[in-house]
């Protein structure tokens, strides 16, 4: 268990009184305790120094991951990673909106991601691009989104990946429901039994929504597995603000088993989301996983986190990065040489140089997307605001014709 | 659309036929819909073994088992959010929520989720959720058990809102609803659930009225009242009061409220030149309003006078010794007949 200072500034009076510009040098070290340290229930598999750890419960569910499965893991990861960059560099160039960045969620989300069968269901956020590109579903498609072409594009069914939701929470109860309907299916009970799985973050926890999912899922033993991403920060608001508790702990006020892992380590996300899925499919869901883990870069892109968190938890966490130990462990146990790590690095170069070409040539959508599936059966009302508002701009079409017929603009 | 197979009885009379209130319509219509399709589920808190705080569902659960009617948790955001993932799985969840004022919990999984699923992935996912909602007042109740809020779900694009007002469309309406592949708000007129004066008998064989279509359900040449839900019976009752003073008041039926079939009410406001609208609900930014700007738009040269409104008035709901001055009555549509045709 870990210990309550953990998450807690000091009582009154153990230290020098703090002000609001000016922490106390306690409240420092605690706040940064409580943002880098997993605490001794952490489940490990793979140090930060790329050290593998023996974890009794867990091995056995990651027995399969030989060198050269572990290798696609981290290719995952740095693809993942440089499209991410990628698409964090293309906001900054203008040609997206927003972009809502996972640097240092990898792990957790090619993890998690990778534990999924096909025939599961997956309920994303708005951050879980590495989640969506474990569905197999093109990182170009995630960019519509963002650059305002598109709400989403995907189709949810042949990837098993709900489009994102961006609404903080309300995904959690949508998941429960789907997850419900796998029950009541009858495809809950074996090894075949099917599962979902649903993102969230640290922040979220604080919504009913997630709540009532809980509540929910443990009174209909709906195969449900609540992922969240601890990354520390809710835009500016640390998980102190959302808990007193570590997260995974709520689980047993509603009865279900909660877990905490190493969200940078790949592998004991895997281990971890297998097992937790695994009962699902038994029938013994839900359960809830807390990947603790450090959102590295902004909420979004145009969020500034130096105004409210220190550059000392940056640096703590990037000696914890979940791709730089998969590589130490790789090349430490000669898993990997450096023409594969090379290779994939040139890979995801391209990946991103793609991404990059298919961003810059992506069309505006047709007006008359606006008016279209607002129903599955349209009304008279709206078909005839559509014809109204087609019409007016076809209005323009024909000024323009004309002005450039009489004044020969057209030519210059 | 299982039909109940006809056969002769004492009076002759075929057993499709039966004589009955808008509670008992809605029941035997959720059942039909039931029968006719196992993804259809209800949900919802005590629509299990109490049958519903208004015994609605009374039954279903003893016939259709715990897993097609589901007692809930008692959290509506939790009926709703949960009702929108069975959807996506391919079931076609019906939401009891209690009391209309209780549905605001809910409010956010329906207008951010529920509404827009369907825009969002064009077309992709569909959610083909039913909320049931008792509304309207006059049941001398305590606070957020008396209220009209479909105005705010009419504005919610992506969703439909439909009220019945007798037992026949109570019937039709809700299982016509349960079909539909579009999230559809579904008000009930909860004071007239057991109303023996509207008992009617209804034809579980017959051919139903598309739903989101509105229906003249009384002619007259004077002027014309439209009006929803509990509205609707109040209208006809003034119709008929100055019936033999030769007041000739047509009466329309909105019944779908999104969309809203407004073309039978311009057909009307040609022919007479003028139009009351009667709701419980507040007027601002209204249905009635919504009813008002369109008519000025179709039918500003038919027009004798102004389109008035009787409505409830723009506070909350009152105490319950106060709502018969909040609710519209008879008197104050005749008020407002009579101030139409002096202008």
Sequence with gaps: ?412 | MMAAPVKATTDGAPSSVQNLTIGKALNLGLRAAMEADDKVLILGEDVGKLGGVFRITDGLQKDFGEQRVLDTPLAESGIIGTAIGLAVRGFRPVCEIQFEGFIFPGFDQIVSQLAKLHYRTQGGVRAPVVIRVPFGGGIGAVEHHSESPESLFAHIAGLKVVSCANPVDAYWMIQQAIRSDDPVLFFEPKRLYHSGALKAPVDTTATPDPLFASRTVRRGSTATLVAYGPSVKVCLDAATAVEEDGTSLEVIDLRSLSPLDLEPVFESVRRTGRLIAVSEAQSESSITSEIAARVQQECFYSLESPVLRVTGFDTPYPPSKLEEHFLPDLDRVLHAVDRALAW
């Excluded at chain 1, 951050?127 to 072409?149: C, K, N, P």
């Excluded at chain 1, 995904?171 to 009858?186: P, R, S, W």
């Excluded at chain 1, 279209?372 to 508002?389: D, G, H, K």
């Design chain 1, 1 to 412: 268990m870990s210990s309550p200072e953990q998450w807690t500034h000091p009582e009154p009076g153990a230290g020098p009184a703090a002000t609001a510009a000016e922490p106390t040098p306690e409240q420092v070290i605690a706040g940064l305790r409580a943002t880098t340290e997993g605490g001794a229930e952490l489940t490990q598999l793979l140090t930060p120094e790329g050290e593998r750890l023996a974890s009794s419960p867990f091995d056995s569910y990651v027995a399969d991951i030989d060198a050269t499965a572990l290798c696609e893991l981290y290719r995952d990861m740095v693809l993942v990673r440089r499209a991410d960059r990628e698409a964090n560099a293309m906001q900054r160039q203008g040609q997206l909106g927003i972009w809502v960045p996972l640097l240092g969620q990898e792990a957790a989300q090619v993890g998690s991601g990778r534990a999924l069968r096909p025939s599961d269901m997956a309920f994303p956020s708005y951050r879980e691009h590495g989640v969506a590109y474990t569905r197999g579903i093109d990182f170009r498609e995630l960019l519509g989104i963002f650059r305002g072409t598109d709400h989403s594009s995907w189709d949810f069914q042949k990837h098993g990946f709900h489009p994102y939701t961006i609404v903080i929470g309300n995904q959690v109860l949508n998941a429960t429901g789907y997850a419900m309907g796998q029950k009541f299916e009858g495809k809950v009970g074996d090894d075949d039994g099917e599962a979902t799985i649903v993102y969230f973050g640290d922040g979220a926890t604080s919504q009913g929504d997630v709540a009532e999912g809980f509540v929910w899922a443990a009174v209909y033993d709906a195969p449900v597995v609540f992922f969240c991403q601890n990354n520390q920060w809710a835009i500016s608001e640390p998980t102190e603000r959302q808990s007193r508790l570590p997260l995974y702990q709520r689980a047993r006020g509603y009865g279900f088993p909660g877990i905490r892992v190493d969200g940078n380590d790949v592998l004991a996300c895997l281990a971890v989301s297998r097992w937790a899925l695994d009962e699902c499919r038994h029938g013994n869901g839900p359960v809830l996983i807390e990947a603790f883990t450090y959102r590295m870069d902004a909420h979004t892109t145009t969020d500034d986190p130096t105004r409210y968190r220190l550059s000392d938890e940056l640096e703590v966490w990037k000696h914890k990065d979940p791709i730089e130990r998969v590589r130490v462990h790789l090349a430490r146990t000669g898993g990997a040489d450096q023409a594969f790590f090379d290779d994939v690095q040139a890979e995801a170069d391209r990946f991103a140089a793609e991404l990059r070409d298919f961003c810059f040539n992506m069309p505006d959508p047709p007006p008359e997307r606006i008016f279209a599936n607002v129903y599955a059966e349209s009304s008279p009302a709206l078909e005839a605001q559509r014809e109204e508002y087609l019409a007016y701009l076809e209005g323009f079409a024909t000024e323009d014709s004309l002005a450039g017929s009489s004044t020969g603009a057209g030519e210059r």
